[in-house]
């Protein structure tokens, strides 16, 4: 078969020199070039993670002690929490489902969600559902001028009870 | 009249001709080097080849699926275009927005209508794009990689019509994004953190509204069309679309016209009087043969070209009816201490809900993660040359039936989903 092309370019690139400068040069491209899009992916990742949010404050008060009688389950849908007392003791489930994050709403039984049927007990542990975690318990705190103060970015242990 | 004069009278006279001429070089073309030189020489045209396999054309092979869903694109980028005129993506605006295109803008229902139903339209057609795709054997070499590209186009379609879906902040807006992000949060991992990022909050709200907005309307069209692009370009350096073998495996005869390809060569040779083209690139395996014709091609000036304004118009008057009879779903307003009861994911999701109600993350991710992973690989796994370009061929009956498996089940899913389950996603029957 007579040569073709293909072949005599072949034939070309096996015959040119190898230049180290080159060589060189354009590994150092190619790293400045990786190195500029994982900063440049990074950073943009970086940047579209916000520092603050605009929403709903995840600390707030909620009032006072004497505002929620004992035994009392309050619901407060706004925020997302469910202000719980027994005795002298305060505690807040957040009433955010931990299977689709829908709102709970207070049952006899505990907590029900509306969407997918999860069920949940008093304390927020599972009892039925697709739910798969049980509700979380947020921190209660007193502050200085006798309100209660939720903060929802703050998780404590199912059963932490503050005494009011 | 002197000759001055004359020649002046000329310019003027001939103008409308000159200005035609400089925009479409050839005259509507009357013979095979005419139909050669209008699609090489036309811009929009020169995507397509100059001629093609009549196999092509066969409605009953490829249902114009690809193109519907490509026009459907074209149909979503008019009106969507349009309806930013008038969208402002606000929590306290968007709804009030929604009912202004129904009160005081001209044609503001019938634009969101088709910007919905063709959105809508467009999950379908790609997936059942996808589907004859697989059933006729075309993801096979050296078609692998525009497959995948397929799979990623369906992917960026379901992104942004789930993007879209939050925008008109009504209460079915609002649930099904609610929902259908917390699915996200199941990712192990980077679940939660991918939730934060997407919303740009812990809860859908502004942040949330603005983000899909800009997802919805910039970033998710631009890579869309992006891969779109590469998607036809694949086709054409693939060999055109995938069609059974010719019957006799001798070797074709040489179609006794050699001129047509190269004319496409000689013609531009000639055009300019000092222009010279020289054929530069290296030609293998299924692409541009030069100086031979394949049996069975056919001009695509004007055969395809008919074909695809045929499927054109079609899509459009489908789009048009059903947004003349339906209107596009709204609801009331946001109100986040009321969630509808079931609250429900976007349809194409509620196969995925429907799996999510029985576990959380193997319904949500694991299983779906599964599917993808396959449907990433099946073209490097299922290697057999056989039984390409032929709906459900015999020798492909094992990947058929696999295939077929996962269609029905998902499409099952997504009808339980949607019929079957009613509040507190317990089992009701529509009937």
Known sequence: MAPTHTDKIEKASAAEPDLPRRRFLAWLSGAGMVGTLVTGVFASFAFMKPRTTYGEPSRFRIGRPEDFPSGARIAIDTKRVCIVRDGNKVAAISTTCTHLGCIVAPSETGF????????????????????????????????????????????VQTGSYLNV | MSTEVKSKLKTWTDLPANVIKSVFRNPLPTSDRGRVATSFTNFFLHIQPVRFNRHSLRVSYTMGLGLISFFLFVILTVTGILLMFYYVPSTTQAYGRMLDLRSSVAFGVILRNMHRWAAHAMVATVFLHMCRVFFTGAYKPPREFNWNIGVALFLLTLLSSFTGYLLPWDQLAFWAITVGTSIAGYAPLVGKELRFMLLGDSTVGQEALLRFYVLHVVVLPLVLTIFAAVH????????????????????????????????????????????????????????????????????????????????????????????????????????????????????????????????????????????????????????GKAGIGRWFARERLLANSLFATFVIVNIGLIVIGTFFRGANWQFVSPF
Not at chain 2, 246 to 272: C, D, F, L
Not at chain 2, 286 to 292: I, L
């Open chain 1, 112 to 155: 029900k969600c509306p969407s997918h049927g999860s069920q949940f007990d008093v304390d927020g542990n599972v009892t039925g559902g697709p739910a798969p975690k049980p509700l979380s318990w947020v921190a209660v705190t007193l502050t200085p001028n006798g309100e209660l103060e939720v903060d929802k970015d703050n998780e």
């Open chain 2, 232 to 383: 036809f370009w694949r086709i054409r350096k693939d060999g055109g679309l995938s069609r059974p073998e010719p019957a006799s495996a001798a070797p074709r005869a040489v179609a006794a016209e050699p001129e047509a390809p190269i004319a496409a060569v000689s013609t531009m040779a000639h055009a300019g009087t000092e222009r010279r083209f020289v054929v530069q690139g290296l030609v293998r395996g299924p692409f541009v043969k030069v100086g031979k014709l394949e049996e069975d091609t056919v001009f695509s000036w004007p055969n395809l070209l008919i074909a695809e304004l045929f499927v054109l118009l079609l899509t459009i008057a489908g789009v048009m009816l059903v947004s003349y009879f339906c209107n596009a779903p709204l609801e009331q307003p946001v109100n986040v201490m009321h969630p509808p009861n079931p609250a429900k994911a976007p349809w194409y999701f509620l196969g995925l809900q429907e799996q999510v109600s029985y576990s959380a993350f193997w319904g949500g991710v694991g299983v779906p993660g599964i599917e993808l992973l396959l449907l990433v690989l099946i073209p490097y796994l299922d290697r």
